[in-house]
């Protein structure tokens, strides 16, 4: 099961992917999942690029969860601009596990660069999230290629892919199954394992599944 993957996954989780693959909703659900079940979670909100959909919007949930949240300075204020958080580097080498939300694409990843050295000391596990319904007409080799280009920027390496193929809340079980194609293709052509799939409950196969609850809404449900 997925979860049962992540109560094994090493203390530093970095989330990673494409543009509106729902890397935020991932990991604001993971922050929940294990703060849950007990364990000290700290997220960093490293999206410097996109300043609409990221963990720092929901600081209030977090905090609730008793989830440490690492942000920019002026993330949510009207001088919001791309500062890497300064607690992000005790963050990594500090208690209990941390979740990294990076930017999308290659460019969002480039600040997650600078700490590669003390992720590589410290061990961490990078999830490139994927939503097949992201483009119109998606390519699997292409996608594979945009991995790449991510763990140059990072200067790290993708551990496994998560599936995370979702229309928001107009996901279908029908929609998760159709998917799988794809994200195996992907899976082949980088070369890596599927981790696991998120979805709602009651959308995602019973083996392998990670439930998650929809937090950020795409733009047509605003």
Known sequence: MGACFMALSPKNLIICGHYGAGKTNLSVNLALYLAARGEAVTVADLDLVNPYFRTADFRQLLAGAGVRLVAPVYANTNLDIPVVPPQLAGAIGGEGRLIIDVGGDDDGAVALGGYSAQLERQGYAMYYV???????????????????????????????????????RETTAEIIRNSRGYVDAVARAADLPVLFTA????????????????????????
């Open 130 to 168: 994927i939503n097949a319904l992201r483009e119109p007409d998606p390519d699997p080799l292409e996608e594979a290629a945009l991995l790449r280009a991510v763990e140059k920027s990072a200067r790290l390496k993708v551990t496994g892919l998560v599936n995370n193929t979702n229309l928001g």
């Open 199 to 222: 979805a709602s409950a009651g959308d995602g196969p019973e083996d392998g599944m990670f439930p998650v609850t929809v937090y950020v809404k795409p733009p047509w449900e605003e």
